[in-house]
């Protein structure tokens, strides 16, 4: 089965890197994705064969830093006169396996015997689609499971929902099923998890732990942790790579409404702006949307909130519009950009 590259999927190349698929719209005869996983004899995860996770945190800068190892291998560096950046993406060319999460939960629910944390996975994905009623085949598993170098003493357990309907009905269940069968950051989980994001992300304690609130996507499932990633299905993907150009016009700091977040929920997520109040920086032109690339900021504000911003501005041009965007998560900022929710400040 080949189909279209979606977000989350991973490939693996023939030097057994492993790279996690970004967003959607690609280069013709590549794929933009982040590498993950190496060979290495020191690493803790695989089962057959040993890997290092040399992405050490999920954020854009830790992705910044694996290129610094691919100019080894400069085939997987990418200029896109798209984006007007660097990225890594790998060349079709390069391509030995292609994983795909609801495949690897279908071939799951066909094996006679699992390991512990495929069992829980499984577990989690029917509990979910019982309680929200979404099918088994709208779900995936993604991460080190879908690639079978999983550790179950220490692996997290990485799932994926397709359809932004399905997604929002996931959403509904998990949030109903708090406290009991899914549990929430607390105590030292939570002081913890809000420590590493107000150290990287310029948030206070306060902005933290309303973020973290949010965070619908996390939490714990029979003491495992679990992260749950909403991707779009073939009909909700509209734009081709190269329908638009981005271009960098500086940084800059806003405040602003959301008029509309339902695509928030998705990985690179966009909020819809209006009432856009610049405090940095200049704009010739009208701000109509934040797009983060970073997933801490993926549907934590809805519609009416206001949010304050600070990010890279990219003029926008094609499809017979011209306006300007936001950006969190750019390499520019170096982890140094944010979306502030105004009543957490």
């Not at 896109?80 to 079709?92: H, Q």
């Not at 209006?274 to 949307?289: A, F």
């Amino acid at each position: 089965m080949v189909r279209m590259e979606r977000d989350r999927d991973f490939l693996r190349t023939r030097e057994n890197f492993f790279f996690c698929v970004v967003g959607y719209a690609h280069p013709p005869g590549r794929v933009l994705a982040y590498l993950k996983y190496v060979p290495s004899s020191a690493g803790r995860w695989g089962k057959r064969g040993k890997f290092h996770r040399i992405l050490s945190r999920y954020d854009a800068a830790a992705v910044a830093d694996t290129f610094k190892f691919l100019r080894k291998y400069p085939k997987y560096l990418y200029y896109s006169d798209v984006y007007g950046i660097v990225f890594s993406a790998v060349p079709g060319s390069e391509i030995e396996s292609r994983y795909y999460p609801e495949v690897k939960v279908a071939k799951l629910l066909e094996e006679k015997r699992v390991d512990p944390l495929q069992e829980k996975a499984l577990s989690l994905i029917s509990l979910l689609s019982r309680e929200s009623g979404v099918p088994l085949r709208r779900f995936g598993v993604t991460g080190s499971i879908l690639i079978d170098i999983h550790n179950p003493s220490f692996s997290d357990v990485d799932l994926t929902v397709y359809g932004r309907r399905y997604a929002v009905r996931v959403k509904e269940a998990i949030l109903s099923l708090r406290g009991r069968d899914v549990k929430t950051f607390t105590g030292r989980a939570a002081e913890e998890w809000v420590r590493k994001k107000e150290g990287v992300f310029q948030l206070s304690k306060k902005q933290a732990r309303k973020i973290l609130e949010r965070k619908w996507n996390i939490g714990f499932y029979r003491g495992t942790r679990f992260s749950i990633h909403p991707v779009r299905i073939d009909e909700e993907i509209d734009e081709k790579y190269g329908d638009r150009v981005f271009r960098k016009v500086g940084m800059c700091t806003i405040k602003a409404t959301i008029s509309s977040s339902k695509d928030a929920i998705f990985l690179p997520c966009k909020y819809e702006v209006e009432d856009v109040t610049i405090l940095e920086g200049d704009c010739p032109g009208e701000i109509k949307e934040v797009v983060s690339y970073e997933g801490l900021f993926c549907d934590i504000a809805g519609e009416g909130e206001r949010v304050r911003v600070h990010g890279k501005l990219e003029k926008v041009k094609g499809r017979g519009e011209e306006y300007y965007r936001v950006v969190v998560g750019s390499q520019e900022a170096n982890a140094r950009d944010y979306i502030h929710l105004e009543d957490a400040t």
